[in-house]
């Protein structure tokens, strides 16, 4: 009998993608693992084009309740950008291992990003100690040339309720979307 851990290779979690309008706007990458969400703040936002790397900033694990929170935040506006599942590629053994070696290859299976994506980690690090991470997608039938169109413009909104981060700034003060009234740590 086969007993798939929370680390196995074939084992399926939660992703989400935000777009979160702070003092800059940017967007964070969390994959669920291990009951949390590892997270990655990603200022540029992800690319289809293989040749581009985007810079990820390694953050706290968030609290996996608030992945798909969407809605106003003391450190800004917050939309449910992509959202689906994820799993580790079978060659990148476990999750510990690609996060302490600086290598995570995934299959993303978002509405958004679908396919197979790379994080990895050379060393780098910003002033404040946070690891820089490189973003970048592998090459395979989802992946896009540099001439065309960028994901980020071509869906642009929310995937759960097709918002703005405008409408979604518009709705909360509002008062039409129902508050999420627990602590959010973002
Ligand atoms: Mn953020």
Redesign the pocket.
Known sequence: MTILSSNSVFFRQPYFF?K?D?TRL?Y?LRLGWNGTLLSW?VPEGPSYCVEDRRDAIR?ENHRREYGSFEGVHP??T?MLWDRGMWELHPDCGDIETGLRMGMLRFTLYGEKLKGLWKLTWDGRRQANGREIWMLSKEPDLFARDKASRSILEEAPDSISTNRSLEEIRRDWFMGRKTRNSGPTL?
């Open positions: 935000k979160h702070a940017h964070d703040a953050m450190t800004g917050i973002f």
